[in-house]
């Protein structure tokens, strides 16, 4: 079963970092794209950047030149790089995967989510 994990939310101080992973476990034959979005308490989630295999990253203006979108084929991996971060970017994080993997010899095309992660940045 395919699944994506993420880990490194936490508090911080405003002006400090946060690097945000999304690990893919199961038989993942590749990562085609990858996305990370953020819901703050009372506010609709929110796309945060993209990233599609080959293809440039894409970010919300509220965070360009701050956060970076990366990703480790290799590792099956996702990372999102937050820098200089703002008490308003205080929200719960989650990654969303295009990926395919193998199963019973078939290769399956996906999309999935993971679990989300609390980012809070104190002022």
């Known amino acids: 079963q395919v699944q994506l994990v993420e880990s490194g939310g936490g508090l911080v101080q405003a002006g400090g970092s946060l690097r945000l992973s999304c690990a893919a476990s199961?038989?993942?034959?590749?990562?085609?794209?990858m996305g990370w979005y953020r819901q703050a308490p009372g506010k609709q989630r929110e796309l945060v950047a993209t990233l599609t295999s080959g293809g440039a990253p894409n970010y919300a203006d509220s965070v360009k030149g701050r956060f970076t979108i990366s990703g480790d084929n290799a590792k099956n991996t996702g990372y999102l790089q937050m820098n200089s971060l703002k008490p308003e970017d205080t929200a719960v994080y989650y990654c969303?995967?295009?990926?395919?993997?193998?199963?019973?010899?078939?290769?399956?095309?996906?999309?999935?989510w993971g679990q989300g992660t609390q980012v809070t940045v104190s002022s």
């Open positions: 969303n995967a295009d990926l395919t993997y193998d199963r019973n010899n078939f290769r399956h095309r996906v999309v999935r």
């Open positions: 199961g038989s993942i034959f590749s990562l085609n794209a």
